[in-house]
């Protein structure tokens, strides 16, 4: 079986994102839709990692924006990287044969499959092809190692 971690901030919204959820940023249906191209097109469940498992009426949204059919949500591990909780996750479910991340942050070991995206874009199309190539070809290579330091960049340091 094949598993997408899916985050939500930075991901299917973005700081251009004018669509509100409360006082948040809400999902933007454009890259909502190529979250859900990957889903079609590999047939993976998705495994909710985002902050946004914290909350029902979050999770309700992920729900009603992006897909209706979330396989599971990794755990909350107080003070840990995320990268940890997805390696969590995945100790209970050995019938995941491949699996991909994405997100924007870099919290993850390096042995983890990582699409990193961009908190001012969000998923763009060719995050979206590399991650159905990937999921696909059993013979496809991790993505590239990300930079350490985004904050930096940011920051303009």
Known sequence: MKALFLDIDGVVNSRRSSVRHGHLV????????RVR????????????SSTWRLW????????AGVTSELYGMTPSIPGSRRGTEVASWLADHPEVTRY??????ADFARDQPLFQTSWEIG??????DALIAY???EDAAM?????RGWWRRFLGR
């Open 37 to 48: 191209r990957v889903i079609a097109e590999t047939g993976c469940a998705v495994v909710l």
């Open 26 to 33: 809400g999902i933007d249906p454009t890259l909502a839709g």
């Open 56 to 63: 029902e009426e979050n999770v309700a949204e992920v729900r």
């Open 135 to 137: 999921l696909n070809d």
């Open 123 to 128: 998923i763009t199309d060719e995050v979206a």
């Open 143 to 147: 993505p590239a190692p990300r930079r």
């Open 100 to 105: 991909a991340i994405v997100d924007d942050n």
